[in-house]
């Protein structure tokens, strides 16, 4: 009874006094909508994880121990398949030189810059491989590619193992300061690109590593939002138009959108939130959040107006009429997106209350201001003496639903259970770099970087022996050259970068450079000297700390491997771990990589996201359950709420079968649009029992 007066003294309001509503409602949507001047979009992969993340922490402890492995890769592609011809390595050298220039660049490596050690009597003499690559004579690139091509440090990891494609490598340290920081650093690195393709036009260059990739996330959503927002804003324009067949409610539905998205953006930048790749999908989320209830008060008062009812009486009937139904679908669509909370990447959690936000603000908005804004425009609606076609076929719909219940019953519930069945063909599993259509530039570069040399998914390794100078014992350096050497034997991997290949080589060069020396020093003393000499004459920016620890008691040791899926990077990893757990148990080992950090948030996402969902609809059941005043009504709404999705995913199972870190936030999504269905539904169907004494059918 209190609701329904609370009902009608909000009806009268907005119909008597709609100006100051409409006043309210802008002050309100413009102190939200101020906050989005402090809103950021934010392209560092980082913000993905937790700041609690054990696969973050892993990796951020193996960076800050040595150095920082973000990158950019110009992957460099000789028209001729030659690398090594003069023009091509001077090509090469200005783009090395040229690389320095990036923001935030902090080591730049290359087949040209390479220091490569050579021994002149007592001396060890390291130079870059290639000084002058315009005075190299036919002999000298004979000796320059004989040298690279025959390196393990260079080989599938700067130059292909033909010399057909190579690479320069720039490691970037980002600060972490400026939301835009990757996409000045991807800019600038384009920016490159032309100069030397422009200079070089026998020269092809492509763009991977892992800020290009965080930089093609960003791009790729604004890209989707400069075409998708208008597209659906258009689409949705023409259907509400069709269906309404009023310009002023259209307009007015319009408006609500365009208030409620910049609102809840605004909402984001007073939470201090900042937007990804995936909070950015908030707005066309939200536009289908603000038509459905829009939708519901319009046409229910533009049909009691062509019955011939006043505009303010169908105004406060509509609003009367749709009041608990539009009610318990915002809070129920806003419990459903806060579900997303559960998740274990923080921007599923920033769309998912964004998301509500925008619910909430839907609610509020389209109770006070639409019917207010309807109160002052002109609607103007033909009456109708006869029921229209779209009635006759929805009451068409409806006998038939009833006459046919059992047999619709058993045919939908045969194939819920049948597509349902198809869940277990599901496997937790993801593909990064497929995330990216075909036409995508960093897609393109990642693929031929991958068919051509080496590949673009790594493990890290630290191996800390707590020892100081123990990275220089002969027993430690045997044991860590035996893991590369069984790592170099798996299939999937391309690429070993090792510490104990430049023992060998600096020892082999002590020793005249007999290859018969390529081995490691049999004494600690020999070891430690010949890396102090290595270190000393090794230039600025191309030292040894990104794979020596500060005290010299561990060493990182990186290995690259080919594109695989996420269950295949983890299986890969245990390998390793095992192998090492055998052979080298008296030594600390940690792994981490972006890969293996991506690879695991996925199977973390997904276990949280079902205790999300499992308690969003325990509350959304007893909300019905309490709103209807029926357990029956509760407890039937959990089917409805649920199939949609398990069929989804089924049919997704046969189709695909990959559940990834996107896909594993989808239920939650699910069933905050679902559950609009299923209030409305069930609101009409109580209040057809209720008001007007109807009976089940």
């Known amino acids: 009874m209190k609701d329904k007066k609370f009902v009608t003294k909000l009806s009268f309001l907005v119909t008597r006094h709609p100006w100051w509503v409409i006043l309210f409602s802008i002050l309100l949507v413009t102190g939200l909508a101020i906050g989005a001047k402090d809103l950021e979009f934010k392209s560092d992969y980082r913000v993905y994880f937790s700041p609690d993340n054990p696969q973050l922490l892993a990796f951020e402890a193996i960076q800050n121990t040595y150095s920082k492995s973000d990158n950019i890769l110009f992957v460099i592609q000789p028209t001729d398949g030659q690398v090594f011809t003069t023009n091509v390595l001077q090509a090469i050298s200005e783009l090395t030189e040229k690389a320095w220039q990036i923001p935030y660049s902090s080591r730049v490596d290359s087949i040209t810059n390479f220091q490569h050690t050579i021994a002149e009597e007592d001396d060890l003499i390291v130079s870059s491989l290639v000084e002058n690559a315009t005075s190299l004579t036919k002999a000298d690139l004979e000796r320059v590619k004989r040298i690279a091509i025959n390196e393990p440090l260079l080989v599938n990891r700067l130059i292909s193992k033909t010399g057909h494609v190579s690479g320069v490598n720039v490691t970037i340290q980002l600060p972490g300061k400026d939301s835009l920081e990757s996409l000045d650093v991807a800019n600038k690195a384009r920016e490159i690109v032309a100069e030397i393709e422009s200079q070089y036009p026998n020269v092809k260059l492509h763009l991977t590593g892992v800020v290009m990739m965080a930089n093609a996330f960003t791009e790729a959503s604004l890209n989707d939002n400069s075409t998708l927002v208008p597209i ?181 519930m045969t194939i819920a259970i049948l597509f349902v069945s198809c869940l277990p063909l599901n496997q937790l599993n993801d593909e990064f770099v497929k995330y990216f259509d075909k036409t995508i530039a960093f897609r393109q570069a990642t693929d031929f970087l991958n068919e051509n040399m080496g590949g673009t998914y790594s493990i890290e390794y630290s191996m800390d022996t707590g020892e100081e100078g123990a990275v220089n014992n002969p027993v430690f350096l045997q044991k860590i050259d035996q893991f590369a050497i069984w790592l170099k034997q798996q299939p999937e991997v391309t690429h070993v970068n090792t510490i104990s290949d430049t023992y060998k080589r600096l020892n082999r060069s002590m020793h005249g450079d007999n290859d018969a020396w390529y081995k490691l020093p049999e004494r600690q003393d020999l070891a430690a000297q010949y890396l102090l000499m290595f270190e000393m004459s090794l230039p600025y920016g191309l030292d040894i700390n990104d794979q020596i620890n500060i005290d010299k008691s561990g060493i990182r040791l990186v290995v690259t491997i080919q594109s695989l899926s996420s269950n295949e990077v983890l299986a890969l990893e245990a390998r390793f771990n095992d192998w090492l757990m055998e052979n080298m148990p008296e030594v600390k080992f940690a792994s981490a990589s972006t890969d293996l950090m991506f690879a695991n948030i996925g199977k973390r996402n997904i276990v949280r996201m079902i205790e999300g969902t499992v308690t969003a609809l325990i509350l959304i059941s007893m909300i019905l359950m309490f709103a209807f005043k029926s357990i029956r009504l509760g407890l039937i709404s959990l089917i409805p709420n649920l199939v949609p999705a398990g069929v989804a995913f089924g049919i997704w199972g046969l189709v695909n079968g990959n559940i990834g870190l996107a896909l594993s936030v989808v239920t939650g999504i699910t069933l905050g649009i679902v559950v609009d269905d299923t209030v409305h539904f069930m609101s009409k169907y109580q209040r057809a029992r209720v008001e007007k004494g109807f009976d089940k059918k």
Not at 244 to 253: I, M, Y
Not at 269 to 284: C, D, E, K, Q, Y
Not at 299 to 304: A, G, K, S
Not at 361 to 384: C, D, E, R
């Open 232 to 412: 659906m804003y258009g689409l949705v324009v023409v259907v509400l138009l069709l269906c309404l067949r009023s310009f002023s409610a259209t307009f007015s539905v319009m408006l609500l959108i365009v208030l409620v998205t910049i609102a809840s953006m605004g909402a984001m930048g007073w939470m201090g939130l900042f937007l990804t790749s995936t909070s950015a999908a908030a707005p066309i989320i939200i536009l289908t959040l603000i038509v459905a209830d829009c939708v519901h008060l319009l046409v229910t008062m533009l049909h009691n107006m062509r019955l011939g009812e006043e505009k303010q009486q169908a105004i406060r009937e509509s609003l009367r009429v749709n009041f608990q139904p539009i009610f318990l679908t915002s809070v129920t669509t806003a419990i459903g997106f806060l579900s997303m909370n559960f998740s274990d990447s923080p921007p599923f959690r920033d769309l998912g209350n964004v998301v509500a936000i925008g619910a909430i603000l839907a609610l509020w908005l389209t109770l006070t201001l639409l019917p207010a804004l309807l109160s002052v425009v002109p609607v103007k609606v033909k009456i109708q003496t006869n029921s229209s076609n779209d009635r006759l076929l929805i009451s068409y719909l409806a006998k038939f639903v009833v006459r046919r219940y059992k047999w619709l019953l058993v045919l939908n």
